[in-house]
């Protein structure tokens, strides 16, 4: 990273290129479908009535949290063991994470808003719902480590220990529902005997919305990967000013 | 050359001050992460019985506190004064439910629910809390299907969990 | 629409919390990207 003389050239552009402008202008389409066919087109479920639409917001949402985090794991393997410890992979690893918090705290949410239709209930501690706020709150802390301070370096070794940590709650997470008795019910579409429980539009629906949130989640990772290379070389410009005034400093008698 | 951190009031006082939140983040989510362990152990798996388990499995016994699981009978809900009454059954065993209050969401006959409570002498659970479960299955409102229909019109007996 | 309100109120809230957070990144990067040479943006 350098140091921007007065002479260089800088844009003001931020984080866009031609390719994430056409996967925002995707992923905004890919929400409107998502609203559309979850609000409109979509039936009503025979027990749940209308508030099955929820779903389709709450568990892309979910699934996508879980492929962040994963994501995130596997950039902090490559960051530590591959022998050059690309501050790339560090960063593809916190953006991830940081979207992933997001998804997951939406997950929560509609959640919330979803059991207090079918179940009568905000919130009830059975063993889907605390292990997914573990999680949530295991990757608020995550993000917590990654801004203690150090050098680049330092930050990326200790995240990706947290990291390849904090992954090992997800298969927790997603079979809480067959390791204790639960409020919440089964997995619908993971299933071990791979038979869907859902019926055609519903199911259209809930895939309309996985393809949503895939293409969200792969906008924001890029523009937060980009605004992450900007913040660090914003740091490092910042500590080459202040080494090269104090060398200035030592240079002049009398300085300290 | 010096290189021992600098007091400047410009470079040191954001980069101290920025450092106490992550710390401070870090202990709340620690507390958190503890409260939800505990909560986790205390509640979140024991206790939880199947109808025909009271009395039968360990920790399951009448006067404790409970969750227990059930469908609701057809025909048996009662509402009375705010108090709704209703049969709850698993494997063919039946237990009495009184509820003070209307349960929430979509509760209705033949639907599994699990009613947090404690079974007093006269055999009643008295429910503080009713929780509707619902399945994994998802099925189009107006569908017509026929095995469905028979299922649910008419009959006495609801047809099982899935 | 029964419940319409906490239905629609889920949507509202999915993406509204993705836009304030995809606002606040971008306005974030737009500020940092003055201070940064373009040679460091290897996207542009």
């Keep these: 990273m350098s140091i921007p003389p007065d002479d260089t050239d800088i844009t003001t552009a931020g984080t866009s ?58 950039a902090s393997a490559l960051y530590l063991f591959r022998a050059a410890h690309s501050l790339v992979w560090d960063r593809l690893a916190g953006a991830s994470a940081e979207v992933g918090v997001v998804f997951m705290g939406i997950t929560l949410l509609t959640g919330m808003l979803w059991g207090r239709l079918s179940w009568g209930v905000f919130w009830t501690w059975d063993a889907r719902l605390t292990t997914t706020a573990f999680l949530f709150v295991t990757y608020v802390g995550y993000l917590a480590v990654r801004r203690l301070g150090g050098t680049h370096q330092q930050r990326a070794r200790r995240s990706a220990a947290v990291a390849l940590l904090g992954v090992l709650e997800i298969p927790l997470v997603h079979f809480s529902v067959r390791l204790w008795r639960n409020l919440h019910q089964e997995s619908t579409v993971a299933r071990p005997d791979g038979d869907v429980k859902m019926d055609g539009l519903m199911l259209f629906s809930l895939v309309v919305g996985l393809v949503a949130f895939t293409l969200l989640y792969v906008w924001l990772v890029i523009h937060r990967q980009r605004a992450l290379v900007l913040e660090d070389a914003a740091e490092d410009h910042g500590l080459e000013q202040a080494l090269s005034d104090r060398r200035a400093e030592a240079a002049l008698p009398g300085g300290r | ?116 409570g404690r079974i007093e002498d006269d055999g009643v659970l008295r429910g503080t809390r009713v929780e509707v479960k619902h399945s994994e299955e998802y099925v189009d409102e107006n569908a017509e299907r026929l095995d469905d229909a028979v299922d649910r019109s008419g009959a006495e007996q609801c047809s099982p969990p899935a | 629409m029964e419940d319409a309100g906490f239905i629609i109120g889920s949507y509202v809230v999915t993406f509204g919390v993705i836009g304030a957070y995809a606002v606040a990144m971008l306005t974030r990067a737009r500020r940092l990207a003055r201070r940064v040479a373009d040679e460091d943006k290897p996207w542009t």
């Design chain 1, 17 to 74: 290129s031609a390719a994430t402008r056409l996967l925002g202008t995707l992923a905004v389409v890919g929400v409107a479908w998502l609203v559309a066919f979850g609000l409109l087109f979509s039936p009503a479920d025979r027990d749940q009535r209308e508030s099955v639409r929820i779903m389709y917001v709450h568990v892309p949402s979910a699934w996508l949290a879980y492929l962040a985090f994963i994501v995130t794991a596997g």
């Design chain 2, 1 to 116: 050359m010096d290189l021992t951190p600098r007091t400047a009031p410009e470079a040191a006082a954001p980069s101290t001050r920025r450092r106490w939140v992550p710390l401070l983040v870090l202990g709340l989510v620690v507390a958190a992460g503890g409260v939800l362990v505990a909560r986790f152990l205390t509640s979140a798996v024991d206790y939880y019985c199947n109808v025909d388990e009271i009395g039968e499995r360990a920790g399951c016994e009448k006067g404790r506190s409970l969750r227990v699981q059930g469908t609701v009978e057809d025909g048996t809900i009662e509402r009375t004064d705010g108090t709704t009454s209703f049969v709850i059954s698993f494997n063919d065993e039946e237990l009495p439910v009184r509820y003070e209050g209307e349960p929430g969401g979509i509760f209705e006959e033949c639907i599994p629910v699990v009613v947090h």
